[in-house]
């Protein structure tokens, strides 16, 4: 009997502290509600643009899906006639109809366990690590514990796990769980579920059924990755239960019937920088082929790290990929959904790895110095979109302007447009208020902006 190991009882908060431990190497889920409880209707969660208040002093918002057009159409039209006063009047009003969307919700993590049968190198769950407290829930328990974390965050939560025993069984888990919270405990809030590598098709068609959100994690930007980071993985039991998801997906939101089975309406998906070794240019061109194939919601990015020796992988030096690395791929993120930008535009031949130095879209600028200044009154909106300063909701706004008045600096200023970096690159009715050089030198002065390593976000 000295050889047995017997686990430790763990209470529910003993789980939620080890829970908050394990979430560092998942990214977190930034959504609206679901309107679960509307029958029959199963909204897409809501986009969020990239703030030009955060464009304006470098940087974009982390988090969004694509732009929506503003309502400012059914305000009826902008009247100008009467001089200076009415311009105003018309800019004020456009200021306050196109507005900046307000910032994501965010669904915390739970997890059903951290004892996984998988032994990948990142991952604080992995089979070998020695001296992991390890724990595991029954899916009544674990019902209980995610309404709970969805009760103090606005009626959200996001379901995941480890590998427990086998990936099916983790996922007959959790399924079962989403079952108890909406039939059995009445959740009618967001819930977003993660679906294990090499799951059973008829398995993600049940977890489908009961969330909002699925999602499976094909972490690495090159395929020969798995057998370097992660071997029990590879590029069929990732990608196979994704394009199973974006077909089932789309599927039922082309179905005309009244009675159509419910299935969830997005998919997301994260990918590591640094992992292999490979440049920016690599993990956006696999992002962007991911969104265009799968229809993804959102691509969310980590940095790989890789601190202690694990089972299996004793040749592999430790690494630790820059917080600053996933700040400047969720800008070129953004950059590729939001502002037309390609991942040749954000990562060239020549400059394949973004920097710290510069956000992508001041590093493009940089490149680019000869297409500036751009004017204002003819730019059409995706040039306006490459000005620096310039971003969603000020190039809709200088847009609609254009159809009432010639746009010059006073009017960008009613409009709330910042000139801070802008005007440096732009003409507003013909002209010029930025410095005059003949070199990058001072426009590089003017957009560096590097990033605090340890903040992450900024």
Same mark, same amino acid.
């Given at each position: 009997m000295a050889n047995v190991l017997i686990k430790p009882t763990l209470s529910i908060e003993d789980k939620i502290a080890l829970m908050n431990e394990d979430a560092r190497f998942d990214v977190a889920d930034n959504e609206a509600p679901s309107g679960y409880d509307a029958p029959g209707v199963y909204n897409v969660p809501g986009g969020h643009d990239a703030a030009d208040e955060f464009e304006a002093s470098g940087g974009y918002e982390a988090s969004g899906v694509r732009e929506t057009r503003s309502a400012y159409g059914s305000q009826g039209s902008y009247k100008t006639r009467g001089g200076d006063g009415a311009v105003s009047r018309a800019a004020d009003q456009i200021r306050g109809d196109i507005k900046a969307p307000k910032a994501p919700h965010t669904a915390p993590k739970v997890f059903m366990s951290n004892d996984c049968v998988f032994n990948c190198s990142y991952c604080g769950c992995r089979r070998c690590l020695d001296g992991r407290?390890?724990? +595991? +829930?029954?899916?009544?328990? %674990?019902?209980? /514990?995610?309404? #709970?974390? !969805?009760?103090?965050?606005? *009626?959200?939560?996001?379901?995941?796990? !480890?590998?427990?025993?086998?990936?099916?069984?983790?996922?007959?888990?959790?399924?079962?769980?989403?079952?108890?919270?909406?039939?059995?405990?009445?959740? #009618?809030?967001?819930l977003h579920a993660k679906i294990m590598p090499a799951c059973d098709p008829e398995l993600i068609r049940r977890a489908g059924v009961y969330a909002d959100r699925l999602s499976v994690n094909i972490e690495v930007a090159r395929s020969e *990755?798995?057998?370097?980071?992660?071997?029990?993985?590879?590029?069929?039991?990732?990608?196979?239960?994704m394009g199973q998801i974006s077909r089932l997906i789309s599927d039922n939101k082309h179905e005309k019937?009244?009675?159509?089975?419910? &299935? !969830?309406? +997005?998919? =997301?998906?994260? $990918?590591?920088?640094?992992?292999t070794g490979e440049d920016d240019f690599t993990i956006l061109n696999l992002s962007r082929a991911l969104y265009d194939k799968y229809s993804l919601n959102r691509v969310y990015y980590t940095p790989y790290q890789y601190h202690y020796q694990a089972e299996d992988y004793a040749d592999r030096p430790e690494v630790a990929t820059p917080v600053w690395r996933q700040t400047r791929l969720y800008?070129?993120?953004? $950059?590729?959904? /939001?502002?037309? &930008? =390609?991942?040749?535009?954000?990562?060239?031949? @020549?400059?394949? %790895?973004?920097?710290?130095? %510069?956000?992508?879209?001041?590093?493009?600028?940089? #490149?680019? /110095?000869?297409?500036?200044?751009?004017?204002?009154?003819?730019?059409?909106?995706?040039?306006?979109?490459?000005?620096?300063g310039i971003g969603v909701t000020y190039a809709k706004r200088i847009m609609e302007a254009r159809r009432q008045c010639r746009v010059t600096h006073d009017v960008l200023i009613q409009l709330g447009v910042s000139l801070k970096?802008?005007?440096? &690159?732009?003409?507003?009715?013909?002209? %010029? +208020?930025?410095?005059? !050089? @003949?070199?990058?030198?001072?426009?590089?002065? $003017?957009? #560096?902006?590097?990033?605090?390593n340890g903040r992450g976000f900024c």
């Open positions: 407290t390890r724990y +595991s +829930s029954t899916p009544r328990e %674990f019902a209980q /514990l995610a309404v #709970r974390a !969805a009760a103090a965050n606005g *009626g959200r939560v996001f379901i995941t796990s !480890a590998i427990y025993k086998s990936p099916n069984y983790t996922e007959e888990l959790i399924i079962e769980t989403m079952r108890i919270m909406r039939k059995e405990m009445g959740y #009618r809030g967001y *990755g798995y057998k370097q980071i992660a071997k029990e993985k590879n590029k069929s039991n990732i990608l196979g239960p019937s009244r009675h159509k089975p419910r &299935f !969830a309406t +997005s998919q =997301t998906t994260q $990918l590591m920088a640094g992992s800008q070129a993120d953004r $950059l590729m959904q /939001l502002y037309g &930008f =390609t991942p040749e535009d954000i990562a060239p031949t @020549d400059a394949p %790895f973004l920097v710290n130095d %510069f956000d992508p879209k001041a590093a493009w600028a940089l #490149r680019n /110095l000869h297409l500036f200044p751009i004017e204002v009154n003819t730019a059409d909106y995706h040039m306006l979109l490459r000005i620096p970096r802008s005007r440096h &690159f732009m003409t507003a009715d013909g002209k %010029f +208020s930025g410095i005059q !050089a @003949d070199g990058p030198e001072p426009f590089a002065g $003017l957009l #560096r902006s590097p990033l605090d």
